[in-house]
């Protein structure tokens, strides 16, 4: 290690005694992280100091100065106290200005180290010069990985420095670390209006500003920001009244800015799809709070929810999806942003069920209407245009609203499956495959409709499996094209989607109940329906949908195949993916095979099936044991026990 430290040492010496001596770049990029790993904390300490002299005079490229600071910063062993020691001491806000890259993402990384400790995030809150030039920086610049950076430290130095309550529980913030970071940002009115002054629009083109199309950059920047703190009181709430009012906030901070004043939504079309994306991250996001069950009505809800209701968004984002042509006719240009509108519908309809069919009965009629017009009138769908927002909304929305009745015929079977697409494979094999298990403890009334949604689900496979009767022969097709791979991957999907699903039977008799927003068909009904009186019964599970009819001729064989191979290359890597998907689907098969068999009571009509067809099922657990090529690999350590 000393034959590399001295020479080191007197280069950094010599460049900074004389500027004109060039860099050894060579020498410096010896020193990466896991050779600085085993320097002493003196030497690395006494590099810091040399370093630190060399960069004030430096007239070179510094980034390999830079890379080698950063490399000396990033042990765990250097402490914030240990980069304040430094000497010459570091000029933070001079680099955290600077307009070279390469010194912004070194003292980011200085200013990390402050991140360990409530008490060292503290001292850079003590510096309104520090906590400003970090806001500025992050927000104005032009390069992706200085602000990945900048809004990584600002975070960690927030979250480091104390716990704020959900704004739900109202009361304010509960400080574990010692809120001054928070206090810095949020109540110093000159640190506070940088967010404001930054992204607003109506700043444009005065001294110091940046561009229209910089301050875009912004804007979303700040939306990300509000994004990894949806719920905390700083953020919602009023906090510098003076400055919130100057841009037009009554009443609300910087989530009221953000998402009501801050963009030009009529007209920049960009922004605007971008706002609206940001509308459901902050309904169903990573970082959403998380639903609550009204005990006395029924419906679940949510503080994002009720606030993007309170202030006519979820109305206004509702209405560009379901009549993208009245917008366009008032001056609002759906065309850029329908996909996202689409999504924000289908977040709504999928985290809050309840809410969607028992708020508005004419918001549900809204939506139904806008999918049955576009259905109903399509007239072919090809690889060149499948409209993928729709149906995302159609897979999203409550099942029961999808069944036929005597007043409403239904269009999934309008959904097509020729030709091929793994669009449409995800959308059935969601709608086919029943309910998710609540993440909450429900209410009765919640516990009834997911019970109601497995029956929906149930009978929707069996209308669409009458008026699509080459269904499982057409999956097959597809699942066998590995030429194209995310085509055979859906179609693959699509079985386990029915082997797995989670279904009920429908009520024997009609129910009339005053809080079903909906109403079912009879059992009775869907048997002479979709058999033509052929049958008396149909299949409980979908294992047992698998394990008869047309599927037992086409998709049990498939699965009992020999993997296909085919090529070199990407058209052998598609083979591959295929057969593990196509093993898993054959493993899942097997598990449900060995339920059935330690469970007969609750499984009468699988245990009578197998009790009938003992070879078949001994053939399916000796495919899931062989493995996804057909030898003897670990994988049959997983079904080991999948004996029957």
Known sequence: ?????????????????????????????????????????????????????????????????????????????LTFSQVLSIEPPVNLVAGLSSPNADINITILTLIGKASLSSGDSGIIAASPEIVAALISLWLRTSETEVARKALEVLTSLLRVDGHINH????????????????????????????????????????????????KTIAQSRLLDFILEFPDYYHVVYSQVPKVEQEYGVIDGGLLDFAAEHMVD??????????????????????????PVEDTKTSIVSSWPLAYLI?????????SYYEEPEKNAEEGVDISNMYHECAQYLAGYAFHFPSHFLLSSRSQTQSTLKRLANLF????????????????????????????????WPGFLHYIPIQPPNDDVWTTL?????????????????HQRFLMDEAAAARALYFYYIKDTKDFWERVVKAAETIAIKDIALGAIHMMAAVIGAAWEA?????????????????????????????????????????????????????????????????????????????????????????????????YPEETAFLSSHVSLAEEIVTCAKRGPFGGATAVGARVGTLDL
């Not at 940088?194 to 940046?210: A, D, H, N, R, Y």
């Not at 605007?272 to 994306?277: E, F, K, P, R, S």
């Not at 309170?310 to 509702?318: L, N, Q, T």
């Not at 094999?429 to 009334?445: D, L, R, Y």
Request: charged content about 20%.
């Open 1 to 77: 290690m000393n034959n590399l430290m001295e020479p080191l040492k007197n280069h950094i010496v010599e460049v900074t005694d004389d500027p004109g001596i060039p860099l050894n770049v060579k020498l410096l990029g010896t020193f990466d992280r896991s050779l600085v790993e085993a320097i002493s904390q003196n030497d690395r300490l006494d590099l810091l100091n040399g370093l630190s002299r060399l960069i004030v005079t430096l007239q070179q490229d510094p980034k390999p100065v830079t890379e080698l600071i950063q490399n000396l910063a990033w042990s765990d062993s």
């Open 167 to 214: 704004v739900g529980d109202k009361l304010g913030p509960i400080q574990q670390g010692q809120g001054l970071m928070w206090r810095r940002l949020f109540q110093d009115k000159d640190v506070y209006e940088i967010f404001f002054s930054i992204c607003s629009l109506k700043k444009v083109g005065q001294p110091g500003q940046p561009t229209a199309r910089e």
């Open 265 to 290: 939504y009529k007209d920049d079309i960009l922004m605007h799809a971008t706002l609206i994306d940001f509308y459901t991250n902050y309904l169903v996001g990573k970082n959403a709070l998380p």
């Open 310 to 318: 309170s202030k006519d968004i979820h109305a206004r984002v509702k």
């Open 376 to 407: 109903v009138s399509f007239n072919g769908w090809s690889q060149a245009y499948i409209p993928r927002a729709d149906i995302l909304v159609l897979s999203s929305i409550p099942r029961v609203l999808l069944l036929p009745s005597v007043s």
């Open 429 to 445: 094999a969601a709608i086919f495959a029943g309910p998710p298990k609540p993440s909450i403890e429900v209410s009765q009334w």
């Open 506 to 602: 429908l009520p024997h008799e009609p129910i009339n109940d005053p809080n079903r927003p909906y109403s079912l068909p009879v059992e009775g009904d869907l048997v002479r329906q979709c058999s033509g009186g052929g049958r008396r019964s149909f299949p409980a599970s979908g294992l047992m949908a698998v394990l008869s009819g047309s599927a037992l001729m086409h998709v049990i064989p498939y699965l009992l195949k020999p993997a296909q191979t085919f090529g070199q290359g990407d058209a052998q890597s598609a083979a591959f993916s295929v057969a593990i998907a196509k093993h898993e689907v054959v493993l899942l098969l097997a598990r449900k095979l060995r339920d059935v068999r330690d469970k007969p009571d609750e």
